[in-house]
């Protein structure tokens, strides 16, 4: 998001200040996310919910703003692609994983697909690698065993927002069709 705010504080205030407001309100959802994950192992969604509309509205204005057609439909695409993966996911093996965690995923979605294809995917992949390198290092320690459930939220949440933070995004150059 860094790369996208740069790129949006040159080029257009007011989506610089929506997509502002939508990672400032990510940060502050995230804190709250993993607190109770990390403690009731649940993500209720009275703070979930909300974040679909709020999130969709910042960056849906944004993209209409600046002209970004295919991100404001990206963005909504990679969110249904990961809460139908993660629903899939759930169905197989429901001790595996909450429904929050899939509700958390189509939010996540939203966010990395209002970027692009890549850091969804890549977001995705960092939550699975991360939460394996904790399970990995519980089962090591004797902290754990195969059988102990680790809250899956947090990873989703840190995936991602290392993903958004961290990886530049593929300038946006409105298709000749579209102007």
């Known amino acids: 998001m860094i790369w996208r705010l740069s ?17 400032v309100y990510f940060i502050a959802i995230a804190v709250r996310l993993t607190q109770l994950d990390l403690r009731e192992h649940r993500l209720p969604n009275r703070i979930i919910l909300p974040a ?17 057609w295919w991100g404001l439909l990206r963005m909504f695409l990679a ?62 320690t004797r902290k754990g065993t195969a059988a102990t459930r680790i809250p899956f939220g947090p990873f989703m949440i ?8 961290l990886f530049p995004v593929p300038e946006f150059t409105p298709s000749p069709n579209l102007q």
């Open 79 to 140: 969110g249904g692609a990961l809460w139908f993966f993660y629903y899939i996911l759930r169905w197989v093996y429901p001790p595996g994983m909450g429904y929050g965690d899939v509700k958390l995923a189509g939010l996540l979605g939203i966010y990395m697909g209002y970027l692009s294809w890549g850091h969804a995917l890549l977001g995705s992949a960092s939550t699975f690698v991360l939460a394996g390198l904790a399970a990995g290092a519980l089962i090591l």
């Open 158 to 165: 840190v995936g991602a927002g290392l993903v958004m933070l």
């Open 7 to 23: 790129d949006l504080w040159q080029n257009s205030i007011a989506g610089f200040i929506l997509v502002l407001l939508a990672v």
């Open 52 to 68: 679909y509309a709020v999130s969709s509205v910042l960056l849906g204005a944004t993209s209409l703003i600046t002209g970004d």
